[in-house]
């Protein structure tokens, strides 16, 4: 990112885009190496910010910008939101800001930009400390990955059209599990919820469903991926307690002992007990329930059919194999591991035998997938 080719290209974006019927602009900037230092990633926002200065025609048309390995002064963003009025999707991966130099503390990314019109955030493995989303009043779509901060890794305020979160992370051992109502509050309009435990430990903490029934009750798809095989799946009923207008509900269990996610500061793996289920709790709307990584098992009987008894309007249900892994191939001379403990149904005999075993009892016709 050399100054003087940024700003010859800068000043004859902005000179085009004066004219006017400019729809879309994105600028797309990333470090010229792999693995920049600390220092260069100063270097490199110091060298952004010069360029956003020195260019304000251009910046105040984009409507997209794409940043990566660039460290921020502490207010750098702020300035960029609010100077930037179309900026409708932000993306920040390998970003941060400049360590406080009083405390040594890694910054709070903040967003509170009352006039913008951010829809889309997306912040994937960043050094901040935790995203404090002070006025976002048109986003309406949050990726969070990665992050390195204490949990919950982000706090929501003014953020009334929020419809899509994602959030994907595999645990740190010094990262506690949170109650999602300590992460979520303020936000009624959520209708999709993506979380992914990336095979390690559960970093969310199962919690009295009426917490969260106002914070829910938009919700419409529930996706809980990479579930690690061995974690009970019953506390994921404080979901669909919390959630009653939901229709879609999607799992994905994980086995993979290639450990691919796993590093040396990963929090252990632990079970997430739940018992706490309302014992006259039906769901009126769900509709689809669909489990990847489904394996001959009992466990997993025992949980779909708990579904099924719960969810009164159930119509499908689809079961689907994990996708092969290269890596746990490798581990077994390239062939699947245990075939005994982890099989999935193959022949057409074996899957009437469990749908079979899956409706006995249940007089709704429920519509049950293998494969």
């Known amino acids: 990112m050399a100054d003087p080719y940024l700003l010859s290209i800068g000043r004859a974006v902005g000179n085009v885009v004066e004219h006017g019927n400019t729809k879309s602009l994105q600028f797309t900037i990333w470090a010229d190496t792999h693995h920049p230092s600390y220092e260069h990633c100063v270097l490199l926002g110091e060298r952004f910010m010069s360029f956003f200065h020195a260019c304000p025609s251009a910046f105040r048309w984009l409507t997209n910008l794409i940043l990566q390995n660039i460290t921020f002064g502490e207010t750098d963003i702020s300035k960029i939101l609010n100077a930037c009025t179309k900026l409708e999707f932000l ?167 290639c450990e691919r996610s796993r590093c040396e500061d990963s929090a252990t793996k632990v079970n997430v007990p739940w018992d706490q289920t309302s014992p006259d709790f039906k769901h009126r709307w769900l509709s689809l329930l669909e489990i990847v990584g489904f394996v001959v098992d009992e466990k997993l009987t025992k949980y779909i059919r708990l579904i099924m008894e719960l969810a009164m309007g159930l119509k499908r249900i689809r079961l689907l194999d994990q996708e092969p892994c290269a890596r746990c191939n490798a581990m077994n001379n390239g062939q699947p591991l245990s075939p005994t403990r982890w099989r999935f149904p193959a022949e057409e005999e074996e899957k009437n035998a469990i749908r079979q075993q899956l409706v006995d009892g249940f007089s709704s016709p429920v519509e049950i997938s293998i494969g």
């Open 91 to 257: 993306s920040l991966t390998y970003c941060d800001s400049v360590i406080d130099p009083a405390t040594g503390d890694d910054v709070v990314l903040t967003i509170d930009v009352p006039h913008s019109a951010l829809v889309a955030l997306d912040i994937t493995t960043c050094g901040y400390a935790g995203v404090d989303l002070i006025q976002a009043p048109k986003l309406q779509r949050l990726v969070c990955a990665n992050w390195i901060g204490a949990n919950p890794p982000l706090r929501f305020g003014n953020v009334p059209h929020l419809q899509s979160i994602t959030l994907r992370h595999a645990a740190l051992h010094w990262q506690r599990p949170f109650p999602l109502s300590h992460c979520f509050s303020n936000t009624t309009s959520l209708s999709i919820m993506y979380l992914n435990f990336a095979d390690q430990m559960i970093w969310i903490e199962p919690e009295d469903p009426k917490h969260l029934s106002p914070i829910f009750s938009h919700l419409r798809d529930v996706y809980l991926y990479n579930i690690f095989y061995e974690c009970d799946l019953n506390w994921t009923m404080f979901v669909l307690e919390a959630a009653p207008s939901l229709s879609n509900f999607y799992l994905k269990l994980s086995r993979h002992p």
